[in-house]
């Protein structure tokens, strides 16, 4: 009985996970079309491509995956938009009055010499890859740095240091969704990022761009 218990869930859940994907790829087939992905491939090489090549030579890393990443983050804009992040700020805030004890690596030390205006900027978002002000305090970077000239590789490096072993073994899946969350993919769910797609828009926007 109980063996037969542990089939009958383990086909259901199967069945669940199935039926999302299958929905997801029907869901993005009049969102990529193939002049959606053409006009977005040639949008990001003539925007990007150059850069993105030059960095991830020199830094071994995978120019594909960084090519649909900018795509996903800023649609390949040149010059991106910054995004500020409302709820980020409130925790960066809480953490600098003592409120809280830490937001991601940062302690009250670390934020005790920003001002307001400062946390706000640390609470926004920036450059082709919307990589999060207060990612680069630890590093002794500062938002000027990633919008300098060397943004860009800045933020390619800021990916590697965090996540690279997935970029190093193609699983990319797992990649997008750590830029996004900062968390590994769901095993059996659906993706936590802010649009649900956002994965598997990555993984069809590099399968466009190899």
Request: charged letters at 25%.
């Amino acid at each position: 009985m109980r063996l037969f218990l542990k089939i009958f869930i383990a086909v259901i859940i199967v069945h669940l996970v199935w039926n999302f994907r299958s929905c997801s790829y029907s869901a993005l087939k009049p969102i990529f079309s193939e002049r959606a992905k053409m006009n977005a491939v040639m949008k990001v090489e003539r925007n990007y491509g150059a850069e993105i090549e030059r960095i991830c030579e020199e830094l071994e890393a995978p120019s594909e995956y960084f090519k649909a990443l900018v795509l996903l983050e800023c649609s390949a804009q040149n010059p991106p938009q910054s995004r500020y992040e409302p709820n980020v700020f409130e925790k960066l805030k809480a953490v600098k009055e003592g409120r809280r004890k830490k937001y991601g690596n940062l302690t009250q030390q670390d934020l005790e010499r920003y001002s307001t205006q400062e946390l706000t900027m640390l609470a926004t978002s920036w450059g082709a890859l919307q990589i999060m002000g207060y990612h680069v305090v630890k590093e002794g970077l500062t938002i000027d740095d990633l919008n300098g000239e060397k943004g860009l590789q800045i933020a390619i490096q800021w990916c590697i240091a965090n996540y690279g072993k997935y970029l190093e073994k193609g699983d990319y899946k797992n990649a997008f969704h750590i830029h996004n969350t900062g968390k590994e993919h769901p095993i059996f769910w659906q993706a936590t990022t802010y649009d649900p797609l956002y994965v598997d828009k990555g993984l069809i926007y590099i399968a466009s761009l190899e």
